[in-house]
Nanobody, 123 residues
Framework: QVQLVESGGGLVQAGGSLRLSCAAS????????MGWFRQAPGKEREFVAA????????YGADSVKGRFTISRDNAKNTVYLQMNSLKPEDTAVYYC????????????????WGQGTQVTVSS
């Protein structure tokens, strides 16, 4: 089992920045690929970004490319999502996820999920 706890969400004005963190516990963190998804009200869950054990990354929607950066610190068992130039359309609940396979994130699935953290961007 892998337990995931997100933090760092909140209310920010458009153009601002937030850094989300996801602390993992349980099995060997460094073996897992980690990812971020988001779900806005009334919309389907959307893949945002993922990173494997060696630092290779994948990004989802074109709307976040160049603004969001995923990273990880294996010594701290933590994955981060740095979000810059935030827009109101980035408002969503952001979920951290873990899976041994990097490729599954683009298909929208993962073995382990956190509870989510709310990000609200005001205009």
């Amino acid at each position: 089992q892998v337990q995931l706890v997100e933090s760092g969400g909140g209310l920010v004005q458009a153009g601002g920045s937030l850094r989300l963190s996801c602390a993992a516990s349980g099995r060997t963190f460094s073996s897992y690929a980690m990812g971020w998804f988001r779900q806005a009200p009334g919309k389907e869950r959307e893949f945002v970004a993922a990173i494997n054990w060696s630092g290779s990354t994948l990004y989802g929607a074109d709307s976040v490319k160049g603004r969001f950066t995923i990273s990880r610190d294996n010594a701290k068992n933590t994955v981060y999502l740095q979000m810059n130039s935030l827009k109101p359309e980035d408002t969503a609940v952001y979920y951290c996820a873990a899976d041994l396979r990097l490729g599954v994130f683009q298909a929208g699935s993962a073995d382990y999920w956190g509870q989510g953290t709310q990000v609200t961007v005001s205009s």
